[in-house]
C-alpha cells in the first residue's frame, strides 16, 4: 500500500470507506426472514486514484432460531437452506467476523467508517443491520443509515438499473446461471461501482477543481441521534 493511499481514499468519500455487499434471504422482511447467504468485498486504490476489488469475504449463514422461510424466495434464489452442504455457519458467527474483516480495511484505508454499496442498497443494508441487530454486535463499522445504491449510479451512468444489464453495458461479463449467489453478485456488483467511480474521475469529474469541500470534517464513530 503506498504511503498517500490511506489519505487520498479518506478524502474521496467523506472519510467513509465504501464496502460492497450482497445478502441472499428466506423473504422480503428483514425482521422475520432468515438471512441465508451473505458476502462482502472490500477496494483498494491505486497511486492515481482508481479504484480496484481488494478481497471478498463470504459465508453461507445457518437461519436464526425462529426465523420465517417463505417458499417462494428460496424457489427464487435456488438455496436449500437445511442442506448440510451448503456448511452454513451460525449468523453470529458470520457477523461477528465481517465487522471484524471490514472494521480491519477500514482502518487500513485511513478511513472512519465503512458505507454499505449495493445494487437496491435499501433491502441488503436493511438485511444486515437486523443481522448485526440479533446478534448483538456494539461495535460496527457500518454506516446505519448511509449507503452508496449503485442501481441509482448505473441508472445515471449507464442507463440502466438492472444488475445483469448495468454490468453488460459497462463490459462487465455476467452470467445469468450464478446469479442470486451472493459471492457472485458482490464481486459483479463491486466492479461495476469501481467502474462508474473510475469513469467519473477519467471524465474529470474528480477530484474536484474547487478543494474548500475537502476540510470537511469526518464523520464520528458514533452516529446514535444522528
Given at each position: 500500500m503506498a504511503?498517500?493511499?490511506?489519505t487520498r481514499f479518506a478524502q474521496r468519500f467523506r472519510g467513509f470507506f465504501p464496502v460492497v455487499i450482497d445478502v441472499e434471504t428466506a423473504g422480503f422482511n428483514k425482521n422475520t426472514d432468515a438471512l441465508l447467504e451473505i458476502a462482502v468485498t472490500t477496494l483498494k486504490m491505486d497511486e492515481q486514484g482508481y479504484l480496484h476489488l481488494d478481497q471478498t469475504q463470504h459465508f453461507h449463514v445457518d437461519p436464526f432460531e425462529g426465523a420465517n422461510i417463505e417458499q417462494s424466495a428460496i424457489e427464487f434464489n435456488g438455496i436449500d437452506p437445511f442442506s448440510p452442504l451448503r456448511g452454513a455457519v451460525d449468523e453470529s458467527e458470520a457477523m461477528k467476523s465481517i465487522c471484524k474483516f471490514v472494521?480491519?480495511?477500514q482502518k487500513d484505508a485511513g478511513c472512519q467508517r465503512s458505507v454499505v454499496v449495493a445494487h437496491n442498497a435499501a433491502f441488503d443494508h436493511g438485511f444486515l443491520n437486523a443481522a448485526i441487530e440479533r446478534c448483538k454486535i456494539k461495535r460496527t463499522p457500518f454506516h446505519p443509515f448511509v449507503s452508496f445504491d449503485t442501481t441509482s449510479l448505473a441508472g445515471l451512468a449507464l442507463g440502466q438499473t438492472v444488475l445483469a444489464k448495468a454490468c453488460r453495458t459497462a463490459g462487465?461479463?455476467?452470467d445469468n446461471a450464478q446469479a442470486h449467489s451472493a459471492l457472485y453478485d458482490t464481486e459483479r456488483?463491486?466492479?461495476?461501482?469501481?467502474?462508474?467511480?473510475n469513469k467519473w474521475q477519467s471524465l474529470g469529474g474528480w477530484p474536484l477543481a474547487s478543494t474548500e469541500t475537502s476540510e470537511e470534517p469526518t464523520p464520528p464513530e458514533n452516529t446514535e441521534g444522528v
Open positions: 504511503d498517500t493511499e490511506p472494521r480491519k480495511a462487465i461479463e455476467f456488483t463491486a466492479e461495476l461501482f469501481c467502474f462508474i467511480v
